[in-house]
């Protein structure tokens, strides 16, 4: 079956960095995304990878490994707006998102 | 930019009515437009995919009689929840994807808050 496995909760320090781990299992794959999510909000965009490597933007960058079925987003000079879920979520051969159930990100001061 | 509406953003109905949920793509043509449902703190769930002019894609165990859908352009798509109660209270979430690009990222609307009494 298809699946996505990311860390239910974390919490980091503001200021610091913070990497959320995400390994998938799909049908086909045809890229890997992140999307940030404000409670009561709908997601919004961080980043796609569809090549091995690190993607950087900003103080986000995206990881990928495809022979490991392997992504990671990676949070630097955290802030407080950073608090929120970040979903990883996997296209399959289809180009259907399977989405993972999201880390929720707690920063504190 | 790629712009994705939502109307209304919250809505309160009686059990047993209807509810109709518009998403619109403001600045592009969608290709794809698709409905999702997020309970609290929990991920977003595929209701069902639609292409314009033709019969959306339910995910298994959603209902299409209760759950319409109705794409009628490349920039508007419907969700009604017929005859709804209070267990449809949920968070729907629609997306679109843009013809021009090539990775197929979904842009997502803002989100209906739908409460059943």
């Known amino acids: 079956g298809q699946n996505i496995d990311q860390p239910t909760e974390m919490t980091a320090t503001e200021g610091a960095i913070v990497q959320i781990n995400c390994t998938y299992q799909?049908?086909?794959?045809?890229?890997l995304f992140w999307y940030q999510q404000h409670a009561g909000e709908a997601p919004t965009f961080l980043s796609y990878?569809?090549l091995d490597g690190l993607e950087e933007k900003g103080r986000f960058s995206s990881f990928l490994s495809r022979s490991k079925g392997y992504s990671y987003l990676l949070l630097k000079e955290l802030q407080m707006k950073d608090s929120a879920s970040y979903l990883c979520?996997?296209?399959?051969?289809?180009?259907?998102?399977?989405w993972g159930a999201g880390t929720k990100l707690i920063i504190k001061p | 930019g790629a712009v994705v509406s939502q109307h209304p953003s919250r809505v309160i109905c009686k059990s047993g009515t209807s509810v109709k949920i518009e998403c619109r793509s403001l600045d592009f043509q969608a290709t794809t437009m698709f409905w999702y449902r997020q309970f609290p703190k929990q991920s977003l769930m595929l209701m069902a995919t639609?292409?314009?002019?033709?019969?959306?894609?339910?995910e298994q165990g959603v209902e299409k009689d209760k759950f319409l859908i109705n794409h009628a352009s490349l920039t508007l798509s419907t969700l009604t929840v017929t005859s709804a109660h209070p267990e449809d209270s949920s968070f729907y979430i629609c997306?679109?994807?843009?013809?021009?690009?090539?990775?197929?990222?979904?842009?997502f609307g803002p989100g209906t808050r739908l409460t059943v009494l």
């Open positions: 990878n569809v």
């Open positions: 979520a996997a296209m399959d051969s289809n180009y259907q998102l399977i």
């Open positions: 799909t049908s086909g794959f045809n890229g």
């Open positions: 639609s292409n314009e002019g033709s019969k959306a894609t339910y």
């Open positions: 997306s679109a994807t843009r013809l021009e690009l090539s990775y197929n990222e979904q842009f």
